[in-house]
């Protein structure tokens, strides 16, 4: 089966590029891991006008969705600039809030497509944290049956990436859905976080590729660039064949998703698994290829770089996407 993106696509996927290149990301994510999410939040808006969150938020609360190959052409995009921010958690919010329903959906669904509210989530089975919960408006948790809005941001741990801030939300806060309909769309909201990050990772890892053949046409050793290296071409060759066989699983993912199919699911973890490895992969490849240079915080890749592995383990980690995709 061949997955080829229609002429908007592509065209909405081009003008997010040139907005995100124009906003000169390094410096918003630099400010982003100082705490000054000004910013930040003033990129989040540009994209929300271009209609980014709304894609996973339902026509009923003001969206365009849900829309996953869309979102997945935009997350693509998102990580290929590395945008800071809950990126997949404020989408999957937007899944999980549209299938709990009640008075939360119709608060926060149209602030969210509209770009005024920054979301963080921690559902059960997910691990304790929250991303970015200092700079979210809302940080909603799932336990059980019961959906509930965290009173504070809580503790603060310790991230390989200094972008992504990762905290403990404070226990308790305000019951604002119940009953199984929760359970369902916590689920739900889950595999479209999933899904959200493999094209984060997937877009890491492209932008990664390009950065390192761009650096080793220019590095010379011996009088000659060290892209000429027959060694280093295959690695090239090794990262570029990872990404391009994630791409399909992730826009196969897409369509599962799009038709609520029962395989959904195991789709998204095998689009989550092999993205996520690709884009470690890209990594590893690019820090080799630098040398020195690849370890200085000076160097804007640094900040592509840190986020490879964190994007990797994060909305399932590849042992846990494996087990998935074989049960299913």
Known sequence: MRFLLDDEQREFARSLDA??????????LRAWAAGDHGPGRALWRRLAD?????????EAYGG????????????????????????????????LLSGAGGAAAKEWLPRIA??????????AGHGPYALDADAAD???TVDGDELRLAPGPGELSASADPARRLFRPEPGGEVVAEGPAVRAAARTAGDWASFATAALALGCGEELLRATVAYVKQRTQFGVPVGSF???????????LGLEFARPLLYGAAVELAG???????????AKVTAGEAGYAAARTALQSHGAVGYTEELDLAWWLRRARPLRDAWGTPSACRARVLAG
């Open 19 to 28: 907005m995100l290149t124009a906003a000169g990301t390094p410096s918003v």
């Open 138 to 140: 809302a940080v909603f």
């Open 260 to 270: 609520g199919t029962a395989g959904a699911g195991a789709a998204v973890a095998a």
């Open 114 to 123: 509209s770009g005024g509210a920054v979301v963080s989530l921690r559902p």
């Open 64 to 95: 365009l969705g849900p829309l996953p190959v869309e979102l997945a052409v935009a997350c693509v995009e998102l990580g290929r600039h590395a945008v800071p921010g809950p990126v997949a958690e404020t989408l999957a919010a937007g899944v």
């Open 230 to 240: 027959q060694a280093v071409k295959h690695r090239l060759a090794d990262t570029l």
């Open 50 to 58: 271009a209609g980014v969150f709304a894609l996973a938020v339902p």
